[in-house]
Structure formats: structure tokens, C-alpha cells
């Protein structure tokens, strides 16, 4: 089992940047794909960037460029930097761990992201 907890939302304006970080506990952090979700407001919750333990990242289209997803296995850490935020990028993110293939994950509590036109 893995507890993670999620810091570094906030309110930044359009153009801005931010640093989302995850910490996990527990000794097999290496084990899990760690993945970092986005709730709009009045919507599903939707993947935006995963990296493996062998730093293998993937993006959704609406955010590659513009973010990036990196991990430190000695740390236990995975961070997402968002550069040149958009409106739309407002929500909240969640930091996600699972075992691939299973699809079953462990969550964070969320952090809000609010980006202003």
C-alpha cells in the first residue's frame, strides 16, 4: 500500500507556471507507474502525464509542451511542472499510483489549480 499526498496548487494567470509535487510513502515506490490526474469543474477525471519507474513519461495531447512529468525514486517524489498554463488547465490534479497492468489505483487527496484569463 502507498499514501500520497500532493502540494503545490494554487492561482496563477494565464501564461503562468506552477510545480505540483507528490510524495508517496513506503519502500516500493519504484514498483508503481505514478500518474497525475485533472478534475474540471462538472467533469470525469482525466489522465494528464505518466512516468514508470524507468522514466519513461507520457502526456495527453493538450499538454505536451508545456508540462512535464519527472519522478525521484530516491525520494519517493513525482513532480509536474505546468509552464504556459491555460484556463482550461484549471482543476483539480491528483497525484495517482498503481501496478501495471492492474488498473487498480491509490490516490491522493488532490490539490486545486486555478488559472485566470
Known amino acids: 500500500q502507498v499514501q500520497l499526498v500532493e502540494s503545490g496548487g494554487g492561482l496563477v494567470p494565464a501564461g503562468g507556471s506552477l510545480r505540483l509535487s507528490c510524495a508517496a510513502s513506503g519502500r516500493t515506490f519504484t514498483r508503481y507507474t505514478m500518474e497525475w490526474f485533472r478534475q474540471a469543474p462538472g467533469k470525469e477525471r482525466d489522465l494528464v502525464a505518466a512516468i514508470a519507474w524507468s522514466d519513461n513519461p507520457y502526456y495527453v495531447d493538450s499538454v505536451k509542451g508545456r508540462f512535464v512529468i519527472s519522478r525521484d525514486n530516491a525520494k519517493n517524489t513525482v513532480d509536474l511542472q505546468m509552464n504556459s498554463l491555460k484556463p482550461e488547465d484549471t482543476g483539480v490534479y491528483y497525484c495517482?499510483?498503481?501496478?501495471?497492468?492492474?488498473?487498480?489505483?491509490?490516490w491522493g487527496h488532490g490539490t486545486q489549480v486555478t488559472v485566470s484569463s
Open positions: 495517482a499510483a498503481r501496478v501495471v497492468p492492474s488498473t487498480m489505483r491509490y
